[in-house]
């Protein structure tokens, strides 16, 4: 650091962080698919010419992290890198998360030099899978999933486009219009983001912006050594398990082992332990496998520190070859990777730490694209039986606690950790023919403790004239958010049917299903709690009445909170000595079992 | 004489601007008195009048307009001293206040979910439900509301807000529970959301819903004091209070719609900056920058235009309650003069988020602080000196500062000077990232704009943020120290009407929307004619659309091209005006792609009498130096640096950086390569070299 100016590192750092943002906004207005506007999924990085991930902003992780793979692609397969190129990358046995998530890979060239590579992904709407969503779950293999696959495909040259590979995207994808709009802004994302490291450059020339890489590297290494020197030493196996479904009626098993050397300044995540590939479309990329494991880890400590190669220096992951965390043997279909078994490895990595080291780690939170955040199909009749496919994303699914902060209410899932926006109900009744029926807290469905979980939701909505049909992929309905020390878990979440007398059946947790007028789907999702429910300030359970997210039964038999009178008002007061005497009971009764 | 006041009352200070005939405009600054806004008036005035050598009575009994806007409501809010306040809303919804719209600050940081703006407790469900044709589906059940009334008056509401879906489609059950309200708690104010702010995304029409009805008890009665304080002080004049619009209404109509003087202060500092950008600017694409202790507001002008949004939170984008109401785009930078400088565990220079506040803030003040902040930086530096702060009211502690800038300096291996110009640089940088993302996103590029600077400490980096920028011309306006007090001079009384109306431009239903335009120019005319004792010079109205391309989720206003539309050309005008608009903003057009079209509006402005610009003395340039002063300039060292009085310096005049230069409210760095120059109406441009910064930057 003594021979580069400290200020100057400050300054150049903010500047990529504000170029990928840049990036992102530019994304998020002119993209065209409520994938991209409303879920927000979609992320940019930069990435150095020598491909390591240098700035991601505050991106999806299970997006940024393993982006340098994708670059890696595009310098190993290309000998002939030149200024106006641009490759669209999105193959998962070569370093990309899934094939619904395409990403624009631009070179960056300074003084004749690849310095940079500009990247933005985005899951598409529709990637030409074998039928019409992103999500196969079924999927035996590659071929069944049906996706186009792009290995680094040269998709610009001289900035102007290759129409061949345009014409074949139009052919094979749906609503080629939505998916050409949407490459269009990634590529315009990706261009923004060459313009302004071209600008950066030159205002400082390349030997500095050199040499300012492999300082921000030590920099970043540096403060990953700091946090990493403050944990404590030790060795756990944590296992986790994503529900049962068609073809693995006994769940999917998960083994992280993590080893924690302050010594050193070393973590070591091994996936190694873990079953073969699966013939079914649950298969982790290797990038998602990396990426899902250090994204548990990253949920689980200081979030201030940069995310990059130079942090990722004291980061170990070890994954096996044929693994269904791991790296896939092709043709292993790895269709749902960023979801169901990848957030799985995000909350069980997570939830281990929590169970090892006290004051780390977090409990776990919901998993899986529910009912509520469904693809919904059908015709409208306002305007005249047009055809109408979108995912929506009501209600909301619960986040898991901390050992500080309870659990955050709009969590939606582990890869996207809060990002997510919400719909509209107005919105949602004007675009498509559905009325929604109710969203509210589901009472009593938080994941107690210390701190507790955030509630799911219930969200109830059907077709108002005519058939819709809803796929969702949901989890989480054998296995629930598990809480940790002392936690109790979230409760299962249940995909529901309510008939038109109002009767409600369940439904399978993985489906496609057809709603007739009357008829409603809904959903109820929540996180895990961390630490004894009993040591909750009183206060707080109070406050958790007051807003109907914990009955006064529970308060009573879970938290241990008696009130003086039960009423839903402020005047609602606590019962100190009565409290402290229940708490007493439950504990004693917690020691008997 | 007839003069025109204008005030803004912050939290600490209360700024008033009195205007003369001539145009001359004559600065007081006092204290706030959170529960009577006249204490502050008066204290101001009183400072005015003195140096005008005429009775403060005098001045309010000559006020022709006095303008009035306050961060009183924002403060309550914000404070959580609003109203008791009681929610209605269709049964099986009753989480909209508390969901929000989703989104988060940062995936990896932990932070406690948000309360609600009303708890669930003062909640009530009412049985009703109507479609998004307007249909009702689940008749009003006046049961209901009658239960949720009793049992809101049983708890002590003052107030209650009521937003049901889709009523602004079909408001009849918003308005028979209005009428159930009179009978049974007729000294209950209340607001119905429809009324108040007819948009879809019942999120945001049942916040502003909200946050209305709970200010009403609290605005009522600190306006009508207010409006009787003045009275009885001898003013005869007319009483208009700003609204977060950037405009003005008369005292009963902010009464009924309290929400609306939600950020009016900060809502005029682009009001002053467009008329400044008149009379000094050459460019009418202007970025306003506001400078307080712990926040930094931006806001935009582009062709002469202000800048609005529909998107206002208050604590937080995402977090915070959203306001819902289009206002003036203002958005709020954590970074001020109070940002404190600090060592990451890596060794990183960091300034920010953290602030000193006003207590104990800077270790300058002398008040016992001792983090290191960017004033403090400042004072090490020599921009500002020990015996000039606030026209020497205000003395500076260096020592204090020098110590401060020590505990940063040592660990970085630089000297004290280094180390608090290397803070400045980062300081910048923050603002800088910040700027070019709010004006990139709105298809601005900062190289081509220049910025009006406001705000105490704004002078003291304006410089260096312009140069980050690649900005070349800085407006200082003398009256920086008090810029919003100044838009609401030049602020006109605004009003918008709205109504939801779904079409779509492929088989438009002129007819209909015809009937939708004229409604509203009946009510907006309705509103300016009974403006007619304030006898504004000028009155016009502008009719607008909300509308968004097939199946996109975000909507954009788009300015009607007609005040109706005839069978014949049908849509075709607007869809082109809206492609435009599009390309403008989002860099794309979808040429031949109809529309959808939500919200039609008429915006009704009264133009006001505003004081003309006084010119100031035209000394042939010449620049007279008070003194000079060592200050430290980045790869410079200390250097003899002239300082310059404000108030003596001729129109016209020429400084060259390195120079200092002082108003009673506000000091102005003039960095090296740049030069200051006194326009004709005694405010200063700032010319900078964006050519230099790479250079002295690389050292």
Redesign the interface.
Known sequence: MANFDPVLLSVIANRLDSIVREMENTLLRSGRSAVLNMARDFSCAIITGDNRLIASAEGLPVHVIGMEYLAEAMTDLHDDLAPGDAFLHNDPYLGNTHAADHTILVPVFVEGKHLFTAAAKAHQADCGNARPTTYMPYARDVYEEGALIFPAVRVHRDYEEVRDIIRMCQRRIRVPDQWYGDFLAQVGAARIGEARLTELSEKYGADTIERFIEEWFDYSERRMIHVIEHLPAGTIVGEGRHDPFGPVPDGIPITVKITVDPEDAMVELDLTDNIDCLAAGVNESRTCAMNNVMTGLFNSIDPDIPHNAGTFRRVRVKLRENSVVGVPRFPHSCSVATTNVGERLVVTTQRTFADAWEGYGLAEGACGIGPGFAVVSGEDRRRDGSPYVNQKFLGSQGGPAGPDIDGWLTYGNAVTNGLMFRDSVEIDEQKYPIRIDEMRIREDSEGAGYRRGAPGTRVTYGPKWDTMTAAYVTDNHHFPPQGTRGGGDGAPSIAFKVLVDGSEVSLEPIAQVDLAPGELLGQLLSGGGYGDPLEREPELVRDDVLSRFVSFERARDVYGVVFEAEVLTDVLTVVAKLTAARRDELQVGEGAQ | MAYRISVDTGGTFTDIVVATSDGALHIGKALTSETRAFTGIEAGLAQVASELGVGAREILAEAEVLTYGTTRATNAIVEQKTARTAFFTTA????IL????????????????PKPYI???LTWEIDERV???GDV?RPLDEESVVRALDAAGD?GCEAVAVCL??SILNPMHELRIGEIIRERLPSTPFTLSHELNPV????RRASSTAIDASLKPLMQSYVTKLEEDLREAGFSGHLLIATSYGGSWRPADIVAKPAYSVGSGPSMAPVAAVTYAETDLETDNVIVCDTGGTTFDVGLISGGSINYTAETWLGGRWVGHITGLRSVDVKSIGAGGGSIAWL???????VGPHSAGADPGPAWYGQGGTAPTVTDAAVVLGYLEPTQFLGGRLALDVNAARSAIQTIATP??MSVEEAAS?AL??SV??IV?AI??IT??QGIDPREVAIVAGGGASGLTIGQIARELGCREVLVPRTAGALSACGAMYSDVVTEFSTAH?AETREFPVATVNDVLDDLGRRADGFLADLDDIDPPEVRKEFSVDARYR????ELPIDLPVERFDEQSGASDLEQAFHEQHER????REEGQYLECLIWKCRAIARLASPAMAPIEDGAGTAIVSDHGEAFFRGMDFVDTPRYDGGTLPQGTEIHGPAILREPTTTVVVYPGSTLRVTGFGNYVLKIDTTT??RT???
């Open positions: 099986g919804f009753p989480e508390l969901l929000r719209e989703g989104g988060k600050p940062d995936p990896f940081r932990h932070i406690p979910f708890p669930r407790h479609d998004s044709e589906y708890v879906l889709w879809v995304r019942e999120y990451d565990p890596g060794g990183l220079l960091r970085l291996g290397s640089v980062v940088e923050n990232a070019r993302e990139i996103a779904y199946s996109q989720v975000w903003v989002f860099a794309v910064a790479a930057e690389r050292r």
